[in-house]
Every structure is written in structure tokens, then in C-alpha cells.
């Protein structure tokens, strides 16, 4: 059994140091693509770390744009450059941590062989509001003045945008997932062979949150999709966009999750929840 963990970060070295030592059992490799805006000297910290590889093509990620995709996707072909085989890879960020041991995450990956894990909603039928996520057209990666304006302009006077395959199954949720390499190689392969496609994703709000989703359940592959991504995120009651911190007095409800990862985490703001974690649950 062989893991790859894919964190896509700009936040704490020292963070992400503690995740990766409580996973690096031999068995884990990590592939870090940290944010082309931030310096790699300040996570020079990591780089002698066994089983720890530096994502060479970085790409500034902004919030909702496709550079967050396009950060995943370079980790994945240079994955594949590497010539390592591994049975899963799962997708994180800087601020998230494991909740369940080393060796659970292994015997998890181990009895579940021949599944995907991700999950997803049907636009037509659970998520209405990702339809305007395609149907409109975002500036996010566009760095230039007024951009957010020119949007509304631009949307005002243009017809609807048309997703390039209308006979696709559209959903999507959230970013992260626990797929098998072949799988998550999959959809890296549809997009390098599609430029259309490409071009028509960086302009989506957020595609991250469902190019996988999508490109997956119009694939071979559907079959094999449990729509559980097994990791636990705090959301604030009544909904919102960004997940809060989890703090010391989230204990409990750690414990009691099934998940293998949680988020979102931050030692600054409170490092007592990582030793509660640690102590009880890593061991």
C-alpha cells in the first residue's frame, strides 16, 4: 500500500510539518504546491523532509479562479512525472489534519480498493446555485482594475454561457477527494486533450468545487464513486462560503466523525485542539 498527499498551500510551514509528521510513516508521500506568491525559503523547513516533494510548476491560486484547479493538476502530472505508483491520493490543504491514525488511513485505503471517494451534488436537482458558476462569466485570475465590474457588464449584455457538452451530467461540491491514481489521472488527461474544455473552465467560478465531479460521473469511472469524500469541515451553522476554524471545544465532535481529515486548522489560533488530536487520536 503506497499514498500520495497532495496539499495545496500558502499558510504555515510549521503547520504542515506537524501534518506530514504524523502521517510519515514510510508508507505516505507528500507533494507540496505551495502558492507562487509566497517565498519557498520560508518552507525551506520541509524541504529535507523524507518522502516530501516541492510541486516545481506553482501557479498563483485565487480564490474562486482556476488557478486553484490548475495548482491541483500541475501536482498531479508532476505525480505521474515521478514514476511512483500509488494505490490512493488524497487532496488537502495547509490547514487541514488528520483525524484518524497513520495505519487506519492505510487499512482504509487498503479494504476500499476499486472505489473513488468524492462527493458531489446534481445540479439540476441538489445545487441549483452551480449553475450560475457556469452559466456567467468570471474575471478571478484576470489581474487588472474593475474586473468584478466588467463582469456584471459583460454578463449583463452576453447570452448565458453553455457548458461545451450539454449531454454531461453537471455536479460538483466540495474541492477535496480520495481517489485512486488512475482515476484522479483520468481527469488531468480529459483536460490536457480538451482545450475547449480548459478554456471554458477559467472562466467558472470556483471549478474546483466540480471538475472532478463532473468529469468523473460522465466517465468509466462512475461506477466506482461513493459520494462521501470522508472529510469532516466546519461549516458554520446556517451556511456560508468558508469553513471556520475548529477550536479546542470542536473536540468531541472530531472524535465522533468517521472522516480521515479534517479542516480547517490553525495553530496560531489555537494549538491545544492539535496536542487533544494528537494524543487521542494519532496514536
Given at each position: 500500500m503506497r499514498l500520495a498527499v497532495i496539499i495545496i498551500t500558502y499558510t504555515s510551514a510549521a503547520q504542515i510539518r506537524r501534518f506530514i509528521e504524523k502521517l510519515n510513516n514510510g508508507y505516505f508521500d507528500f507533494?507540496?504546491?505551495?502558492?507562487?506568491?509566497?517565498?519557498?525559503?520560508?518552507?525551506?523547513?520541509?524541504?529535507?523532509?523524507?518522502?516530501?516533494?516541492?510541486?516545481?510548476?506553482?501557479?498563483?491560486?485565487n480564490w474562486g479562479?482556476?488557478?486553484?484547479?490548475?495548482?491541483?493538476?500541475?501536482?498531479?502530472?508532476?505525480?505521474?512525472?515521478?514514476?511512483?505508483?500509488?494505490?490512493?491520493?488524497?487532496?488537502?490543504?495547509?490547514?487541514?489534519?488528520?483525524?484518524?491514525?497513520?495505519?487506519?488511513?492505510m487499512d482504509f485505503c487498503e479494504h476500499n480498493k476499486g472505489k473513488e471517494f468524492i462527493n458531489y451534488k446534481f445540479y439540476k436537482t441538489e445545487w441549483n446555485e452551480g449553475m450560475l458558476r457556469i452559466e456567467r462569466y468570471y474575471f478571478n485570475d484576470i489581474k487588472m482594475k474593475g474586473r468584478f465590474r466588467i463582469?456584471?457588464?459583460?454578463?449583463?449584455?452576453?447570452?448565458?454561457?453553455?457548458?461545451?457538452?450539454?449531454?454531461?451530467?453537471?455536479?460538483?461540491?466540495?474541492?477535496f477527494w480520495s481517489l485512486s491514481q488512475e482515476c484522479a489521472q483520468y481527469v488531468v488527461d480529459v483536460i490536457d486533450n480538451d482545450k475547449k474544455l480548459e478554456n471554458y473552465l477559467r472562466l467558472c467560478w470556483a471549478p474546483d468545487e466540480f471538475v472532478f465531479q463532473t468529469v468523473l460521473m460522465n466517465s468509466p469511472f462512475k461506477d466506482?464513486?461513493?459520494?462521501?469524500?470522508?472529510?469532516?469541515?466546519?461549516?458554520?451553522?446556517?451556511?456560508?462560503?468558508?469553513?471556520?476554524?475548529?477550536?479546542?471545544?470542536?473536540?468531541?465532535?472530531?472524535?465522533?466523525?468517521?472522516?480521515?481529515?479534517?479542516r480547517k486548522f490553525d495553530m496560531a489560533k489555537d494549538h491545544v485542539i492539535f496536542d487533544l488530536i494528537d494524543e487521542n487520536l494519532l496514536k
Open positions: 507533494y507540496i504546491h505551495l502558492d507562487l506568491k509566497v517565498d519557498l525559503a520560508t518552507h525551506a523547513v520541509l524541504m529535507n523532509m523524507p518522502n516530501v516533494f516541492f510541486v516545481q510548476n506553482r501557479v498563483g491560486v479562479g482556476y488557478t486553484t484547479m490548475e495548482a491541483t493538476l500541475n501536482s498531479l502530472r508532476e505525480l505521474k512525472q515521478s514514476g511512483r505508483k500509488y494505490d490512493f491520493v488524497h487532496l488537502v490543504t495547509g490547514q487541514d489534519y488528520p483525524i484518524k491514525a497513520p495505519q487506519y488511513i463582469a456584471e457588464f459583460v454578463n449583463s449584455v452576453m447570452p448565458k454561457r453553455k457548458f461545451p457538452y450539454p449531454d454531461w451530467v453537471l455536479c460538483g461540491n466540495e474541492t466506482r464513486i461513493v459520494n462521501n469524500n470522508y472529510r469532516f469541515i466546519n461549516w458554520p451553522e446556517g451556511g456560508g462560503v468558508r469553513p471556520n476554524f475548529f477550536m479546542t471545544g470542536d473536540f468531541e465532535r472530531i472524535r465522533a466523525s468517521e472522516a480521515l481529515f479534517a
